[in-house]
């Protein structure tokens, strides 16, 4: 899992409760990345960022939002637009070897 | 566009015989080529991939990969499998001049003692 951390490892959300995943690297990478994973889906790419004060929406990004204030980290909110939100979510970051490295992950919860 | 498919949801093969997870891609211009593989509840670990030069990539583990521009495919091998090498498996691929990778559903390899 390299640089990459994520906290926390699982989640558990109130229905209609905004949450934040958190993700950092120290890695020195321009790109960050967020996906969900749902079993038998493979990763579905929901925000990403090449650089600070910059993102741009994948192909799931209804029910998220994001913000890249800084180098070093990209948290995701997961609003109460988002219906189905109980997943696995994955952050990647991605430097100058055009490969993309992933934390461990957060398993997030609705109850 | 850029599309990925593993037309295997699960592959099986004892310790010791050699295991392939098969890829095939669909991409406009040069494919970057990925596999990344995933243990229960982790995240994804890079295992190699395929940019340019020598059609026959060796990455971590002793797996390796072979590129086939012909037939769109970057199938996954290894000599010998180990138990330890149960796992979930995913290729990706990105055009070149794409910002984004596209990840396969992956392929659950399950390798018997």
């Known amino acids: 899992d390299g640089g990459i951390t994520q906290s926390p490892k699982y989640l558990f959300r109130k229905e209609g409760q905004n949450v934040t995943l958190s993700c950092e690297q120290n890695l020195n990478h321009d790109a960050m990345y967020w996906y969900r994973q749902d079993p038998g889906q493979g990763l579905r790419l929901i925000y990403y960022s090449q650089i600070v004060n910059d993102f741009q929406k994948g192909d799931i990004a209804e029910g998220y939002s994001v913000s890249r204030e800084k180098k070093e980290s990209f948290p995701l909110t997961v609003t109460s637009a988002q219906k189905n939100p109980t997943a696995f979510y994955l952050c990647?970051?991605?430097?100058?070897?055009?490969?993309?490295?992933f934390g461990p992950g957060t398993r997030l919860t609705v109850l | 566009a850029q599309s990925v498919a593993q037309p295997e949801d699960q592959v099986n093969v004892a310790e010791g015989n050699p295991l392939t997870v098969k890829c095939t891609y669909s991409?406009?211009?040069?494919?970057?080529l990925f596999w990344y593989v995933q243990y229960p509840n982790r995240g994804l670990q890079f295992l190699l991939k395929?940019?340019?030069?020598?059609?026959l990539v060796k990455g971590s583990y002793g797996f390796e990969a072979e590129f086939n521009k012909s037939q769109t495919s970057f199938h996954l091998k290894k000599p010998s499998a180990l138990v330890s090498d149960s796992a979930l498996y995913f290729c990706a691929v990105r055009a070149s001049g794409y910002s984004t990778l596209t990840f396969g559903k992956g392929t659950m390899l399950l390798v018997s003692p």
């Open positions: 990647a970051s991605g430097g100058g070897d055009d490969t993309q490295y």
């Open positions: 991409v406009s211009g040069n494919p970057y």
């Open positions: 395929y940019i340019t030069g020598d059609n």
